[in-house]
Each structure stands twice: as structure tokens, then as C-alpha cells.
């Protein structure tokens, strides 16, 4: 046996002697039991929901009865739903979707700085194929420059694309706000907001917001991967990025996984049986840690809005090196990370594909470079309770003392 698979077997014996404690459900959730069960379930319902015998209108209805679920919670009609396979792909639809739907060159895109790499590289990509021109808003420390904004819709504008709940800090960005300056300045550009952090958690009243297009996730919910839908309100021009054989009204064909949508309606309904309860208890967690942290880490700098998602907690702790401390909260039992997940495969990219060039989401929040390597982010979920809590904050400071 080589050392390093030595190293690695002691290091999951010491682990499995430690209680367990997930805190990094921005990047993903547990799957609920109650979705576990109605996947199995559905698993053994093996009709194409295209086919149009009896198997295949079985499946149909499963199907349908799902985006029915989805569109509910959203307070929106069953055919303004679309599914897809995550976030990420909602996200590129809506952006090369709408855009293209309106022709590349027609206007200009406003996004904000503090974007998911699935907004910022999808507004990038129709930069470099096209004549198209991005402006991006300020929102250091998440107070959007609606000032800004105002004066970029005052030029032609084809789409504003900025998300509901920022992934890395917590920050609710004002949409309400956004559609209003839409409404004033450029009234046929389409809005659209990655609720993928906010879906679920807060309330995200799409038709009440006034948003064109909203993107959602499963697995953020306890639902599982590969899955997410896309709002598209009626009316919304949409141009397809899939090709095939018509599957989802013609935006987004491929054959629809009825499975992964029954776990998908079953963890929306899960979430929205008590979800004002749970954003409350929720709530208390958050401000259980933030006064741990203050109280016992005196130095740390908490990088996270308290009017912010409670869901979501950053902070930062001078010399600390957050690589370390990860591996150390894990071979602990303890379990958070330092970025978005999907942000950390920025240095697995190969090398002659496209790279971000916009400022790290840290850095445009106004968190220093070198106070960005310092930080953690801690994020909760339906099952995080208070021992979680303390674990994190117990075993942070045993890591912090060994140093």
C-alpha cells in the first residue's frame, strides 16, 4: 500500500469517528427522504412521455403534473414552466435564448458583477460571437447601483440579467426595483433572475416581481441533480440552444427525465409545506453563528447582510488560510467550503477555453483580494440545526488555536 493511499485510510478512519456536520448546501442538498422514495417510485414507470400509448401517457401525466407543482410555488401557469437539466443550463437558456430571440447586436446586456460563472460566461460568449455589448453594475457590499443601472437601460437594451441571491454571499439584490427601472426606460428589454439560491427559501413571486424569466434548481432544495426549470413568461420570445425532437414545447428538447421531475416536485412541495417556518428557523441559526463568531473569533470579519438570505453566512478571519482550514473542518467531520463549487473548478479549466475576466464575486463585492483567501462560507439547509452550528464553530476554533 503507497503512503498516500495510507494517508488517505487513516484520514477516513479519524473522519467517520466524528459526528457529521453538512453546512455547504449552496453547493448542494441532501436529497429529502420523501424525494428518495417518489423517484424509486417513478423509476419503475418507464414510459417516454413523447410516446402516445398507455405507458407513455402515464409518464405524461407524471410530467405534467410536476410542472404543475413547480409553477404553483411560483405563482405562475403550468406552461410558463420549462424543464431543464439545473441552473446552469436555465441560465444559458435564458441568456442565449432571449438574446438570440431578438437578434445578437440589437442591444446591449446589463448584468451585475456579483453573477454565478453559468450568467458571466454565457454574457461573454455573446460578446465574442457577436456584435453585443455588456455593461455591468456595481454592488459592493450588495447595495446595487440602481443609479447606474438607470442610466445603462437609458442606452438600447436587450436583456437585465441579475440574480436574486447572490451564491457566495447572501445578498437579496433589489429585482422588484430593476423591473420598475425596466418598466421607465426600456420596456421591450426582457428581465430575468438566477433564483437558483432564492427558489425555495424566499419568496420569489415571479409575476409579482414582473421578471420575464427565472431560473431555478432541484438539488438547492433537497431535490435531486439534474434537474431545474425556466420560467419563461407568456409572451417571452424565446429562440431554442437544443435541437431534436421538440421536447418541451420546442425550447428544450430531449427526452424528458419524468423521474428526476417527480423528486423535483416532491422536494418543491416539501419546501413550500412550512417554508416562511423554516426561513425563520432558519433565521435563528444565522444569527446563532454570527454571534459565536463575534463572540469567540473576535477578529473575524463577517462579509454577509444581516437583510441578506439566512441561508447563507461568509466570513472571513485574518491568517487564516482557508485551504487548510477546509481540509482540517473536514477531516473533522465538518463540512463547508471557501467558494461556490462551481467558482472552485475556475483552475481545472483547460487551458485555450474561456476563462472569466470579470472581477472575482469577492473582489466585486468589495472583499480584498487577500481577505478573499481568508474566507469561508457556511450555508444551511432543511436538516442544519443548532448542534451543526456549534460543531463548525467549536472545530474552527481548535484549528485556529493549532496554528
Known sequence: MSSETQDRSLNEGKQSSYREAYLDNAATTKPRPEVVQVMMRELQNYGNASSVHALGKKAKRVLEDSRAVVATA??????????????TESNNLAIRGSVMARGIGTGRIITSALE????????????????CCASYVEAVHGNFDLEACARFLQEPTTLVTVMSVQNELGYRLPIPEIVKLRNEYAPNAVVHTDAVQAFGKIDVPVHEWGVDLASLSAHKIGGPKGIGALFVKRGTDMFTTAFGGGQERGLRSGTEPVYL?????????????????EETRVRGLW????????????DAVINSREDGSPYLFNFSVPGMKNQAALRYLSDHG???SKASACESNINTVPVG???????LS??????????????????????????????FVDTLKAYLASC
Not at 120 to 128: A, E, I
Not at 364 to 390: H, N, Q
Open 334 to 336: 465538518v463540512y463547508v
Open 74 to 87: 411560483l405563482g405562475a401557469e403550468p406552461d410558463e414552466i420549462f424543464f431543464t437539466s439545473g441552473g
Open 261 to 277: 421531475a417527480a423528486g423535483f416536485a416532491e422536494a418543491v412541495r416539501c419546501a413550500f409545506s412550512d417554508r416562511q417556518a
Open 353 to 359: 477555453t474561456w476563462r472569466h475576466k470579470h472581477p
Open 362 to 391: 469577492l473582489q466585486a463585492a468589495g472583499i480584498p483580494l487577500a481577505m478573499g483567501k481568508r474566507t469561508l462560507r457556511v450555508s444551511f439547509g432543511y436538516d442544519s440545526c443548532e448542534d451543526d452550528v456549534d460543531q
Open 116 to 131: 454565478h460563472p453559468s450568467v458571466t460566461r454565457s454574457v461573454r460568449g455573446l460578446k465574442r460571437e457577436g456584435d
Open 287 to 298: 444569527d446563532r453563528l454570527r454571534a459565536r463568531v463575534n463572540a469567540e473569533i473576535p
